[in-house]
Structure formats: structure tokens, C-alpha cells
């Protein structure tokens, strides 16, 4: 069974662009949350999405949106990119219902440099 | 929301040696996972351990959820053993699965 996929692994973008991530999760999982870290915040709860519909969201700014599609794939986005932006963000797969949890798989990351 | 500390920030130990991780929580928990960090930054499962014990192989876990915490046990550590270990805790005041990481681990092991 294939792991939880992110793409791409590595990426360099200057100040203002903005990227686009994008995770496929475990076949059978629905859920889908993405996780920042950096060294000096460690590893932050970004958002979850289950069946297309954003279930939770941590506390970053408006910058930071995600979606996800029918087959269960998510994307995330970062507009505006600033230099703390740098980070490793991770994306997990559950097999979860309406509303308990289930063990999360994470996949390898997308490691973003902004300069 | 809910808090993890992890204990202790840092060890260091022989081949051979045995360790205990703490992890405490400040409210109860309907999911806990022990994970291990590999130098690539992926999360690599090791438990998923809301109460109870389990073991594999070398490693164990035990998670007191009346108590609020969990213990990771290794045994007989090995040079491959060393990284950064987190606990990340599911808390009943969100619905799916949102996880609260704790600061972590740094275990080294030397030859």
C-alpha cells in the first residue's frame, strides 16, 4: 500500500510569490491535515480537510488555505510568502470517521525556502 | 488548548543502553502517537497509543490516560536509534484529527 505523497520535496521561492503544495493521502483515507515546523515553533497544526469540507483549522493567517478534492488529494497554499514562511510542512492521511480519530501517516514533507 | 511537554529535551546514551521518554498532557485524550523523526524530516510511526501498552521489538509504550501521561520505553539502543522523538496528543475539544505535538526528544546514541 502506497504511503501518503507530497510533492514537490524541495522548493526555493523569493519573498511575495506565493506555492502551491499538494499531498495524496493513503487509498481509503479521507482526511487529510498539514503540519508546519520550523526550529523555532516546532510542529503546528495548519488545517484538516475531510470529505472536501475544512474540519479544524489552527491559528495561522489567511495566507495559509488548503482544499481538498473529490479523490481525497489535498493542496495547500501560501500567498504572499514572507521569510518565515521557511519551513517543513508536513501532511498527514487518516482512515477517520464523521467526528473520531484515527492513527495519522505522514508523509516525507515539502521543504520550502523563501529568500 | 491542550499542552504536551515532552521530557527529557535531550539525551545521550551508549550502544546498549536503555531509555524512557516522558510525555505529559493537560486534559484528556482520545488519540496519542509516538513518532520518530528521521534525519529526512519524515514522522515514522511508532505507536499509537491513546491507553495501554504495546510493544514492538525493542521499543515499548505506555500511556496512563487517567494520569496524563504516556512513557516510550527503548531498550538495548542501537547507533540507528538516534533522532528527534515526538509526542503529539488528540484532544476531545476538536472533532477529527488535529494532534498537538510536543517539543520533542533529541536522542543521540553513540558506537
Known amino acids: 500500500k502506497a504511503g501518503v505523497t507530497q510533492t514537490p520535496r524541495y522548493l526555493i521561492k523569493t519573498r511575495g510569490q506565493q506555492v502551491t503544495l499538494s499531498c495524496s493521502p493513503i487509498s481509503g483515507h479521507r482526511s487529510v491535515s498539514w503540519y508546519q515546523q520550523t526550529p523555532g515553533q516546532g510542529l503546528q497544526f495548519l488545517f484538516e480537510?475531510?470529505?472536501?469540507?475544512?474540519?479544524n483549522k489552527g491559528n495561522f493567517p489567511g495566507r495559509f488555505s488548503g482544499r481538498q478534492f473529490s479523490n481525497s488529494r489535498s493542496e495547500m497554499n501560501v500567498s504572499t510568502l514572507e521569510l518565515g514562511d521557511s519551513a517543513l510542512y508536513l501532511c498527514?492521511?487518516?482512515?477517520?470517521?464523521?467526528?473520531?480519530?484515527?492513527?495519522?501517516?505522514f508523509g516525507e514533507g515539502s521543504r520550502l525556502t523563501v529568500l | 488548548g491542550i499542552q504536551v511537554e515532552q521530557s527529557p529535551p535531550d539525551l545521550i546514551l551508549q550502544e546498549g543502553a536503555n531509555s524512557t521518554l516522558r510525555c505529559n498532557f493537560s486534559d484528556s485524550v482520545n488519540n496519542l502517537q509516538w513518532f520518530h523523526q528521521n534525519p529526512w524530516g519524515q514522522l515514522i510511526n511508532l505507536f499509537y497509543?491513546?491507553?495501554g501498552t504495546k510493544q514492538n521489538g525493542r521499543l515499548s509504550a505506555t500511556t496512563v490516560a487517567t494520569e496524563r501521561y504516556s512513557l516510550l520505553y527503548i531498550s538495548s539502543s542501537q547507533t540507528t536509534d538516534s533522532g528527534v522523538y515526538f509526542c503529539?496528543?488528540?484532544?476531545?475539544?476538536?472533532?477529527?484529527?488535529?494532534?498537538?505535538f510536543g517539543e520533542g526528544t533529541q536522542l543521540t546514541v553513540n558506537p
Open positions: 503529539a496528543v488528540g484532544g476531545w475539544e476538536t472533532s477529527g484529527s488535529r494532534l498537538t
Open positions: 497509543i491513546p491507553s
Open positions: 480537510y475531510f470529505s472536501e469540507t475544512q474540519r
Open positions: 498527514a492521511s487518516s482512515f477517520t470517521g464523521t467526528s473520531f480519530p484515527g492513527e495519522l501517516f
